[in-house]
């Protein structure tokens, strides 16, 4: 029987992509969701993978949903914290509110997801916790103060939690996409993405979600036991660390 795999944002994007690649290498998936009520049944219809709602930035809401997919498909092995969200602006017009909507998905939503799971995985002696961050929050990006301090948060809440875990069998590793060839990113201007972003990156085209779920599976696996702590820059040589 295969572990048992929860990816939040699951069912579109990068992280529909995960949601497959996993259940194509054998774990049992559950594909958490916070809005698109269309968008989650046809990824069921075309999948088979369930498909949960909540938000990611309630942690009653996240303690709940969970306790759902650990009764439907048993004990959460593998967490994969991909649900995010985008509030652009430049500083001197952020509002508070895009700056609270996103630090509470993309960075307290990682602590409202693992937390209710953690226990869990210290007692079984196993866990996997992979958080996909971002190029920009590695380097930074204008207009996206909010976006950036969440996903660089991430960084650190990975580094962190690793130390924790790793005497319980727990690895926590992160994911730093670049430019991925999403719906988000293929509505950008075309003269822009082709004369101002696709020239930063030196493979000279976009990434595809696939290949960040093969870094997701990579880490996810039995045998990554030894990485931990660590961030796997998927970006196209557009950033080193």
């Not at 269309?38 to 369930?50: H, K």
């Not at 960084?155 to 069998?169: I, M, P």
């Amino acid at each position: 029987m295969g572990r048992v795999a929860l990816v939040t944002g699951g069912t579109r994007g990068i992280g529909a992509a995960i949601s497959k690649a996993l259940k194509a290498a054998g774990y049992k998936v559950a594909a958490n969701y916070a809005g698109n009520d269309a968008a989650a049944q046809a990824f069921t219809e075309e999948t088979g993978i369930p498909t949960y709602k909540w938000s990611v930035a309630d942690y009653d809401a996240c303690k709940e949903g969970i306790a759902k997919v650990e009764a439907d498909l048993g004990p959460i092995e593998v967490l994969v914290n991909n649900a995010g969200i985008t509030r652009d602006a430049m500083f001197h017009k952020m509002t508070p509110e895009q700056w609270r909507e996103v630090i509470d998905t993309n960075l307290t939503g990682l602590f409202n997801m693992t937390h209710p799971i953690w226990p869990g995985m210290r007692e079984r002696k196993f866990g996997r916790v992979i958080n996909i961050s971002s190029i920009n929050g590695q380097k930074g990006q204008a207009g996206q103060a909010n976006y950036s301090a969440a996903k660089a948060g991430d960084l650190g809440f990975t580094k962190a939690l690793a130390q924790e875990g790793a005497r319980f069998g727990i690895t926590v590793n992160a994911v730093c996409p670049g430019y991925i060839a999403t719906e988000m990113v293929k509505a950008i201007d075309e003269k822009i993405l082709n004369e101002r972003i696709i020239p930063q990156i030196p493979v000279g085209r976009l990434g595809e979600p696939e290949e960040i779920a093969r870094c997701v599976v990579f880490l996810a696996a039995d045998d990554a036991g030894f990485i931990t702590g660590s961030t796997i820059s998927a970006n196209g040589g557009q950033y080193f660390v």
